[in-house]
């Protein structure tokens, strides 16, 4: 079984920064092989992807972050980051891990940080 634990969210004041970190458990399971990343849902919106990295290094992210936020991951530690800098009221929203491999057909969420954005 696959268990995702997510830390990092909170509170903060618009143009601060904050820093996500997911870490993916499972009894032999390569999380290497793994697409990574995180997405968000804002209250009344749908869960929209913010960034992800796949097949490894290849990073897909949203428009509105670019410049702002910075994925990462680090495979020793089966882990995936999340910095976000510059934050603005519109990020508020609760953030989720997400780990997928898609060649098996699997996807695994967090369960998710608020992160509130608020002057």
């Known amino acids: 079984q696959v268990k995702l634990v997510e830390s990092g969210g909170g509170l903060v004041q618009p143009g601060e920064s904050l820093r996500l970190s997911c870490t993916a458990s499972?009894?032999?399971?390569?999380?290497?092989?793994?697409?990574m990343g995180w997405y968000r849902q804002a209250p009344g919106n749908q869960r929209e992807l913010v960034a992800l990295?796949?097949?490894?290094?290849?990073?897909n992210i949203q428009d509105s972050v670019v410049g702002r936020f910075t994925i990462s991951r680090d495979n020793a530690k089966n882990s995936v980051y999340l910095q976000m800098n510059s934050l603005k009221v519109e990020d508020t929203a609760v953030y989720y891990c997400?780990?997928?491999?898609?060649?098996?057909?699997?996807?695994?969420w967090g369960q998710g940080t608020q992160v509130t954005v608020s002057s």
């Open positions: 990295l796949k097949d490894g290094d290849k990073l």
């Open positions: 997400n780990v997928r491999r898609l060649s098996i057909n699997v996807s695994y």
């Open positions: 499972a009894s032999g399971v390569d999380f290497s092989t793994y697409d």
